[in-house]
Structures are given as C-alpha cells and as structure tokens.
C-alpha cells in the first residue's frame, strides 16, 4: 500500500530522519509537507506509534485527474472503497484544494461522500448505510487538477499524545516540542532547561525520547478499530517497544516558569505522561536562572508579544535572556521566536537560523552554539 505521513512546514527534515528509522528508506521526498512511500500495515503501526514530529499517517487509496464534479465523481466511485471499509463504516469527509478548478470545498465534501456511499450500496447490496460503525477519515486533496484520496489512519492527530488535556496560554504542540528537540544537539547524557516552560510540553518531550517511551504509547488510533488483525498487530509492535523503554536512565531535564498555574499545569502533564519524577519543574523569572553544570542545552518558546504594547517588555526579556546565557559556561541555546530582531536584541547572531511555522504564526528558530561567533550584532 502507499502511505502518506504529514508533517508541519519547516519541520519536514526532522520527520524524514525519524521515518529512515522505521522503515530503512533513505532520501524520501517531502513535498508539501507530504512524506510517500511503500509499506504495509505493520509500517502503518509502527508509524503511528514511533513518529513524534509527524501530524498524520494516512493510506492514499485514488490518485486521478479532474477538472469537473462529474469526473471527481466517477474518479471516487471508482475506488475500490469495499477493500477498505465495511458495510457500516463512518465516513467523515474533509477536502483541500489549491490552484484547480474545483476549489468549493462543501461541494468536493459532498460529492466524494455521495460517490463512497454509492460503491459501497452497489458492493455491500445495501439500501442504507446506518454508519454505526469504527471511524473512516476520508481527505480529497486536490492540487493543480489532480486528486488524492486518502483514508487517515492516525484519527485525532499524532501532537495528541494522552498526557496534555489541560492546556496553558499559547500551547505548543507535543510534535513541533519534539521536532526544535531534534534540531538542537542535545542528547540524554546532557542537562536540558526550558527558561520558560509553560506547560511543560519541551520538557516532557525530551524525557519522553530520553527514556526511549513511544509518543503514542498512550493513546488509540483510528486503524485499530478498523480489524482484529490491525489490533493484533498493534499490540505486538508495542508489546517489543514497552521492553526498550529505559525507566532507570537518569536525566537532567528542567522546567522554569514565572507563571505558578503553567507550572501546575506542566506538573500535571507530567504525571500523565508517567515522567513526573524525572523532570525538575520550579517557578524561576529567567533572570535567575544558573547551573552548576558547566555544559548544556537551553530549548525555550518565550513570549512573542504579538500585541505592539508589549514590546518594550519583549524587548527587555530578550535582552536579559541573552545575558542569562551569556554568563552560562559551555551552554548551547535554542529559541523559536517570531520577532524578527531576536538577535539583536539576545546581543548575538545565531549559528543557525530554521524557519518553522508554530500553528500559522512564522517564527525563526535559532541556534546558539556553546562557542560564540566573532561577529557580534550591534544591540
């Protein structure tokens, strides 16, 4: 089967690294953040469980042309849609378009419904289709006239990872949390502190790698309802990974936040996510932020201050942050931000710079290596 797995903008590296981990593939292609390959329903598994930068893992059932609703039409119907789905299938319908002729997206819904529900009368012998059952994700996506019709295998998407139900001021998702871990050149052995932590999602990320526990260890994905073998095999998969986890490892992961009820929040993800006697949580302004480690790794999301009566304090922060790692021995510091002149307000010019999108907001991220370059910005 073809799979399809998603991946936010700029973090598309991150998941090709992770995904030549699972299934040995190298140089695969991202186009649009759309990552294809070849695999089966253990890769399906395995992609679902393992994936922890990634949004989605969806099987692509119908590629066609159409330039016309009677042409997307017959193109859906002629899908083989009794393969994939029983007799009472729910059937959720979502579309995407971009430069083609058809771009209603209420009416692609529409029609790629009606055409499903019609092969699947014709093939099951049925007048209605009571929909009762597991849940089917279809997406039409449709780019320059030409369709793919996916089934999404993940369901809720992969950043829900069963410890975050409770959410602060501007959350960053558990998938891009992973992906500005990946980027940075921290590893287990070295000491990690997020200056603002928030609700804590850096942090529990990077426990989570450390201790080597799955990102979807403790959540359901819309695959498992659809067989008893795809659950069979699930179970399997995940089974061998409970063995690998490393429980015993110690680590040196901290959180710091001015903010009490983030910190209460961070605390409670933690102990949902079952690493809660792993990480240091404690109310810290930034300022006052020290270690008696002589090396390690900042990763932080500060505040943006997307509001212009903010700025004068925005501007303030950041260049207290940049003195707080400054007077820091052999640290590496890693920052997702939207303002623009985060270097010249941190008092440096970064190594690295990564465009990557937090939701629909572009931010930078920027990487800061324990050596500092010779050309220093202004202030």
């Known amino acids: 089967m073809k799979i399809c797995v998603t991946t936010a903008s700029g973090v598309e590296a991150a998941t090709k690294r992770e995904l030549y981990k699972i299934t040995g593939i190298k140089d695969l292609a991202a186009i649009d953040g759309r990552i ?27 590629e066609f042309k159409a330039d016309d609703f009677d042409k997307l039409f017959d193109g859906i119907k002629a899908i083989p849609w009794e393969e994939y789905m029983p007799e009472d299938a ?15 997206y209420s009416a692609i819904q529409s029609i790629t419904k009606k055409a499903i529900c019609e092969r699947l009368k014709s093939a099951y012998k049925s007048i209605i289709l009571t929909e009762s059952g597991s849940r089917y994700k279809v997406e039409t996506a449709i780019r320059k006239d030409m369709v793919t019709v996916s089934i999404d295998t993940s369901g809720d998407g992969l950043h829900r990872r069963g410890y975050r139900g409770l959410v602060g001021e501007a959350p960053l998702k558990e998938t891009l949390a992973a992906a500005l871990i990946d980027f940075s050149v921290w590893n287990p ?26 990102s979807g260890m403790n959540r359901e994905f819309d695959f498992l309802g659809w067989s008893d073998k795809n659950r069979e095999i699930f179970d399997k998969i995940k089974e061998d990974a409970r063995g690998k986890i490393e429980y015993d490892k110690e680590v040196r992961i901290s959180g710091f936040d001015i903010d009490e009820k983030q910190l209460s929040l961070a605390r409670k993800h933690a102990s949902l996510a079952g690493v809660a006697e792993k990480i240091h949580f404690q109310r810290k302004d930034m300022r006052e932020f020290s ?7 900042i990763i932080s999301n500060p505040p943006y201050g997307e509001r212009l009566s903010e700025r004068r304090e925005i501007e303030k922060l950041y260049r207290d942050y940049g003195k707080v790692v400054r007077s820091l021995d052999e640290w590496c510091c890693y920052t997702l931000t939207s ?25 930078n991220y920027y990487s800061m290596l324990a050596s500092p370059p010779k050309n220093m910005p202004k202030k």
């Open 189 to 214: 052995s070295r000491p990690l502190a997020d200056l603002f932590c928030g609700s804590g999602t850096i942090p529990i990320e990077a426990c989570l790698i450390a201790l080597n526990i799955p």
């Open 339 to 363: 303002v623009d002149d985060f270097e010249r307000l941190f008092g440096r010019k970064a190594d690295k710079k990564r465009k990557i999108y937090n939701g629909r907001l572009e931010c």
């Open 90 to 104: 729910n059937i959720v319908v979502s579309a995407k378009s971009v430069m083609s002729k058809l771009f209603a």
């Open 291 to 297: 270690s008696r480690f002589s090396h390690g790794v």
């Open 36 to 62: 294809t390959f070849d695999g089966d329903i253990e890769t399906v598994a395995k992609c679902n469980l393992y994936l922890r930068t990634a949004n989605r893992v969806e099987i692509i059932v119908g």
